[in-house]
């Protein structure tokens, strides 16, 4: 139980206790299983201090200085702890649900089985943190800081980690259902096996990497990968050419524009998956494509993407090519067996002026190849009868 003293102290002021505490450094404030809540401690020295079973919930510490201070089953629903300080602090089991630790800093914090759902964590510090089995359920760690932090465990369904650092982080055996997960950090360091990417009450499937359960767990579900590839499909526009510095500068200058036009820009200048060589990734962009721009400037490659995606995909393909250079060889061969979706190659002078006119002499005429296409899929078969030629 905590000491009256030390209370009595506390409940005089922030000022006379941090005034207390300087007077009396070796002192470790025991404040442990009282009732604090609602209390105003922001910017209190409660560094070192027993605050075990603690009932703080609602209580402000904003820039408190909670530096080692033992919080073990600390009870903290919507506590304000804005830029508090929490370096190696004790958080095991303690009840974090709906606080704001917006701009926090917790560096080798431990919050083993704490509860953090819902809280605001947006921006903080958790560098060396351990946060195994921690409950983090809709938990916002927007741009969180979560370098070499232990995440074994932790139940992060539904959570935000836009932007988070997970350089080796250790997330293994995380459950991950429904978290947001764009814009990671990491590295090789960072551990990511067997992530549970279904609820909790269902049978557990698991991935190896955040940003690919998003995916696999659509893949599991046949309504949400349709809609997912019907948008894709509707709004995916391959660009195929050469990427030296001079050819790269044209097709980042469409890729710019046609994000502008409000389309999804996918250019192959990454290195293949380990799983599909070079003509397999091709193939599989070019089908989730809306229609090709291929510049066959000088090319390279370029034959060969177009040989192997020509003949599969009925989509509209806008060749083009810089002035006073020709089309190679095997071009008028494949314009000539797939020119029913193969348009006329259009010249230009400057990736400038191509820019200008790319809505109209481009974009425009892709889309209408593109409704004459669709119309020619749905076609009904036609049938022919012997009886006819009696």
């Known amino acids: 139980m905590a000491d009256e003293e030390h209370l009595r102290i506390l409940r005089s002021g922030v000022d006379a206790w941090n005034s207390w505490r300087r007077q009396n450094p070796a002192t470790v404030p025991d ?29 402000v510490l904003g ?49 083993d089985g704490a509860i953090l759902s819902a809280a605001l964590l947006f921006m903080v510090d958790l560098t060396y943190a351990n946060l195994t089995g921690a409950r983090m359920i809709n938990a916002n760690l927007t741009g969180a800081d979560l370098r070499h932090s232990v995440l074994r465990y932790a139940i992060l369904e539904g959570a935000i980690l836009v932007g988070a650092k997970l350089e080796d982080a250790d997330l293994r055996d995380a459950s991950v259902y429904g978290v947001s997960a764009w814009n990671l950090t990491t590295n090789d360091g960072t551990r990511q096996e067997n992530l549970v990417i279904t609820p909790v009450d269902e049978t557990q499937i698991t991935a190896d990497d955040l940003e690919v359960a998003q995916f696999l767990y659509l893949l599991l579900n046949n309504q949400k990968i349709r809609n997912v590839i019907d948008t894709i499909g509707k709004k995916g526009v391959l660009i195929l050419g050469r990427f030296t510095e001079e050819r790269k500068a044209v097709l980042d200058a469409i890729r710019a524009k046609l994000r502008e036009l409000g389309f999804v820009p996918m250019m192959f200048d990454f290195a293949k998956p380990t799983q599909r060589d070079f003509t397999e990734t091709i193939k599989t962009l070019a089908g989730l494509s809306r229609f090709m721009i291929a510049d066959i400037t000088n090319p390279r490659s370029s034959p060969l993407e177009l040989q192997a995606t020509m003949p599969d995909y009925m989509i509209p393909f806008v060749p083009i090519i810089q002035e006073h250079e020709e089309p190679f060889a095997m071009f008028r061969d494949l314009q000539q067996k797939y020119g029913g979706w193969v348009l006329d190659v259009l010249k230009y002078d400057s990736a400038e002026n191509l820019v200008a006119v790319l809505e109209k002499a481009v974009v425009g005429p892709a889309l209408e190849k593109g409704k004459e296409l669709l119309a020619k899929k749905t076609e009904e078969i036609r049938f022919r009868y012997v009886r006819d030629f009696t």
């Open 31 to 59: 404040l442990s299983v009282v009732n604090l809540s609602g209390a105003d401690l922001a910017g209190a020295n409660l560094s070192g201090a027993d605050l075990s079973g603690v009932d703080l919930r609602k209580a």
């Open 63 to 111: 820039i408190a200085d909670l530096r080692r201070a033992n919080l073990t089953k600390a009870r903290l629903e919507s506590a304000e702890l804005g830029s508090a300080h929490l370096d190696e602090a004790i958080l095991t089991e303690a009840n974090l649900r709906f606080a704001s630790l917006g701009n926090a800093k917790l560096p080798n914090a431990r919050l």
